[in-house]
T-cell receptor, first 107, second 114 residues
Framework: AQRVTQPEKLLSVFKGAPVELKCNYS??????LFWYVQYSRQRLQLLLR??SRESIKGFTADLNKGETSFHLKKPFAQEEDSAMYYC?????????FGTGTSLTVIP | DTGVSQDPRHKITKRGQNVTFRCDPI?????LYWYRQTLGQGPEFLTY????????KSRLLSDRFSAERPKGSFSTLEIQRTEQGDSAMYLC????????????FGAGTRLSVL
């Protein structure tokens, strides 16, 4: 069955510290993986996707097919990174989202 | 273009009533999705349209739920005989044809069933 797992519901880090939000998935095929972010009082928006292999707002994520993971990383967290982060998988015409990780960056 | 628009933003109804939500996607976005999100959970896929055709429907979707996109532009999601368990945020997203699989989300309609 298709599934996206985000093991941490809450994550707090100090400003300037590295941050890693974990995402594991299960899918029988070649999925496309995404990270979506929702800032306070804003709508859900795309942060990055594995196909583009780019860094957005200092965040990167590498698809590890062996470990079926797509962890989100940033070397130096900023206060404006505080938000809800969702890992998502696209398979066929459906999208599957994880339960989300609430990131708080402490000044 | 202000992005994906959803109406109403909030809906309070009594159990057993029918409710209908509307989604206006970004212009020229042929693909439209509906999701449901409850507290502490991520968005849960409900259904998918390509133009006016409903191509995918979640097996979890009750028969009380129906969605339409009659002219391939806006879409409606109707819930009949609402139950308290239907209380959730209902999200709509759209994307264009092509290789880009990026979805653009609306602000959602929050439903409260009393």
């Amino acid at each position: 069955a298709q599934r996206v797992t985000q093991p941490e519901k809450l994550l707090s880090v100090f400003k300037g510290a590295p941050v890693e939000l974990k995402c594991n998935y299960s899918y029988s095929g070649s999925p496309e993986l995404f990270w979506y972010v929702q800032y306070s009082r804003q709508r859900l928006q795309l942060l990055l996707r594995h196909i583009s292999r780019e860094s957005i707002k200092g965040f990167t994520a590498d698809l590890n097919k062996g470990e079926t993971s797509f962890h989100l990383k940033k070397p130096f967290a900023q206060e404006e990174d505080s938000a809800m982060y969702y890992c998502a998988l696209s398979g066929g015409n459906q999208f599957y989202f994880g339960t989300g990780t609430s990131l708080t960056v402490i000044p | 273009d202000t992005g994906v628009s959803q109406d109403p933003r909030h809906k309070i109804t009594k159990r057993g009533q029918n409710v209908t939500f509307r989604c206006d996607p970004i212009s020229e976005h042929n693909r439209l999705y509906w999701y449901r999100q409850t507290l502490g959970q991520g968005p849960e896929f409900l259904t998918y349209f390509q133009n006016e055709a409903q191509l995918e429907k979640s097996r979890l979707l009750s028969d009380r739920f129906s969605a339409e996109r009659p002219k391939g532009s806006f879409s409606t999601l109707e819930i009949q005989r609402t139950e308290q368990g239907d209380s959730a945020m209902y999200l709509c997203a759209s994307r264009p044809d092509g290789d880009s699989n990026i979805q653009y989300f609306g602000a959602g309609t929050r439903l409260s069933v009393l």
